[in-house]
């Protein structure tokens, strides 16, 4: 029989403890995370359907638009009529409007709390030991992250989806910057957007060749490794710390997702990455 085990924790999303699971399925073991609890790590996700038909990579080839059309000749002039020199004025092209400001990528946001142990007002994903991923952001009541958007342009803003990079200038381990949140009431952070992608996977009777590690409270699937594999094949540049965000348009849970990639033996996927 299998057995759950949760903490609660009003920041951090949680993973749960299997002490066992039919090796049918699929084979986990526990994994730190920054609170102690038991990560789910699935390794050699596999095939479900032996029989799917090939698909495309969904990629668009667009049509080069930078041929000009050839200029007629100009005409001659006639032999009794004197040759004048004709100089024609170029027209004057009209100014482009200035680029507009491109979103920043990569920025700095300060934080105030009103205490050292009040909430920030996210949900943050643990699992991976470099950086912490927002998996929700709290929109109910007062709270630091609520009180710093409000003060800031829009594309300053913090988002869920977002990368925490570096903690009052730790970058060491998302562990690491965890702690030091919790350490004080002034929280100086490095917030990375997120580089969102898309590939098409068909399974064709080969195993995925992914080990995922997730919680339940989390609204993505880690990608702990990658293998030889029906990924390897289709999506080679998908690589190790890359999160799966959705499957076939389904968004929500990790089970869910978890779910919809065995129920299809194609899958269309959206992925998350830090810039």
Known sequence: SSRLQFVSSPNECIAPSYSSLPAAMFCCCAVDATSKDE???????????????????GEVLLEDPSVEPAQAEPAQAEPSAP??????????????????GEEPQVFEATLSKPGIES???WHLDVLDQRHLFI??????????IKTYNASVATELQIREGDYVTAVNGITVSAEKM???????????INISRPVVFAKTIT?????????????????????????????????????????????????GA?????????DSPALDMGFSRVA
Request: charged share 20%; net charge positive.
């Open 178 to 188: 965890s702690e030091a949140i919790k350490k004080t009431d002034k929280v100086k």
């Open 119 to 121: 909430a920030m007002g």
């Open 83 to 100: 040759q004048k020199q004709v100089v024609q004025e170029l027209p004057v092209p009209a100014k482009e409007p200035a680029p507009l």
């Open 135 to 144: 998996c929700r952001l709290v929109h109910t009541g007062t709270t630091p």
């Open 203 to 251: 399974k064709n009777g080969v195993p995925l060749g992914l080990d995922l590690k997730y919680g339940p409270g989390g609204s993505s699937l880690l990608i702990e490794s990658v293998r030889s594999g029906a990924f390897s094949q289709h999506a080679p540049d998908v690589r190790a710390g890359d999160r799966i965000l959705s499957v076939n348009g389904t968004t």
């Open 39 to 57: 990560a789910v790590l699935v390794r050699s996700f596999p095939a479900h359907d032996d029989q799917a038909p090939m698909r495309g990579d």
């Open 254 to 262: 990790p089970h869910v997702l978890m779910q919809a990639i065995q």
